[in-house]
């Protein structure tokens, strides 16, 4: 005999026993071969497109106090993790101290306090918002990382861009949760990471090379710099420029070996050569080591210009 479809609203995402048996589905059809089980009384349907909160709402909907935090919410969010903790799929889920600690199989569980605000309804799931995400994983990443996932929260384009962003949150956000928590673990972490937060970067690749940049003589470049044609029309967006110079910087990912990227990226340069501009493409190999060959790359477009050699092209962040 066919197995029997599921309902519609247990299609959307995870869902909990106690859901399904409220819709009249017996314990035996969300047991069969169609539901994966990652825990007791939550349910995911195999054949689901479901995106990642939608997939963890479950672990919120088992009671009224269980949230989301550290990388299951930089997951929410769509933050950058580095790829050690992208490989670890355990569930966080927490509850406040006053409560017990959350124990079932793939979920690692915390007892926390959180301030008013701090936990917030996200397409159906319970979690932290975004900064204080940011500071929660302030105790297990190195400061670069914590960097590039602040960069993450905060990226914002305007309407200049050919894809416009808004904020999930303001680096102003982080500054105040920083000032809400002094003694929270990874606060020295935290405190190193903050001033060197910026908004524009699109990857954690993008903010390494900004970091490369700004810790040497050649200063730190500029994010969300627009390259304007002659009728004073957006013609190209640098992932970092030295405006100044007419330096451009656009970092190559992986994505760019594709034929039809690849042919994007040479008319990109043209034009932007064409509008006087001098562009540097950067790869992940030039980001590597203790000294990343990117500082060479530009030093040398910087050199005909008398700059390269121990004089800062940069910007200023005070």
């Known amino acids: 005999m066919p197995r029997k479809p599921l309902p519609e609203e247990l299609l959307t995402g995870s869902f909990t026993s106690a859901a399904a048996e409220g819709l009249g589905v017996p314990g035996k059809r969300i047991r069969a071969a169609d539901v994966f089980i990652p825990s007791r009384s939550i349910r995911v349907p195999l054949n689901g497109s479901a995106d990642a909160a939608a997939n963890l709402r479950a672990y919120t909907d088992l009671d009224d106090s269980s949230v989301l935090t550290h990388h299951s919410a930089v997951r929410i969010w769509e933050g950058s993790l580095p790829a050690w903790l992208q490989e670890d799929w355990r569930i966080h889920v927490a509850r406040d101290r006053a409560g017990s600690k959350p124990r079932r199989r793939n979920v690692v569980g915390h007892r926390m306090t959180f301030r008013?605000?701090?936990?917030?309804?996200?397409?159906?799931?319970?979690?932290?918002?975004?900064?204080?995400?940011?500071?929660?994983?302030?105790?297990?990443?190195?400061?670069?990382?914590?960097?590039?996932?602040?960069?993450?929260?905060?990226?914002?384009?305007?309407?200049?861009?050919?894809?416009?962003?808004?904020?999930?949150?303001?680096?102003?956000?982080?500054?105040?949760?920083?000032?809400?928590?002094?003694g929270m673990r990874g606060m020295r972490t935290a405190r190193l990471a903050l001033p060197e937060v910026r908004v524009g970067a699109d990857s954690p690749q993008e903010t390494r090379m900004r970091l490369v940049l700004s810790r040497t003589g050649l200063g730190e470049p500029m994010l969300n710099h627009v390259i304007r044609n002659s009728w004073g029309q957006p013609a190209v967006w640098p992932d970092a420029a030295y405006p100044q110079h007419r330096i451009a910087l656009q970092y190559d990912g992986g994505h760019h070996a594709d034929p039809n990227q690849y042919l994007h990226d040479i008319r990109r340069?043209?034009?932007?050569?064409?509008?006087?501009?001098?562009?540097?493409?950067?790869?992940?190999?030039?980001?590597?080591?203790?000294?990343?060959?990117?500082?060479?790359?530009?030093?040398?477009?910087?050199?005909?210009?008398?700059?390269?050699?121990?004089?800062?092209?940069g910007t200023s962040h005070g």
Request: hydrophobic share 45%; net charge negative.
């Open 116 to 182: 008013p605000g701090e936990v917030v309804v996200h397409d159906g799931v319970r979690v932290t918002i975004p900064a204080r995400t940011w500071l929660d994983l302030a105790a297990l990443l190195s400061v670069d990382d914590l960097v590039a996932l602040g960069d993450s929260l905060v990226v914002a384009h305007g309407p200049d861009f050919p894809r416009p962003k808004t904020a999930l949150t303001a680096i102003d956000d982080l500054r105040r949760m920083v000032a809400a928590h002094p």
């Open 269 to 313: 340069q043209a034009t932007t050569e064409r509008l006087g501009w001098k562009e540097v493409r950067v790869s992940k190999e030039d980001l590597e080591g203790e000294k990343p060959f990117l500082v060479e790359k530009v030093r040398a477009a910087l050199r005909p210009l008398g700059f390269g050699s121990g004089s800062s092209a």
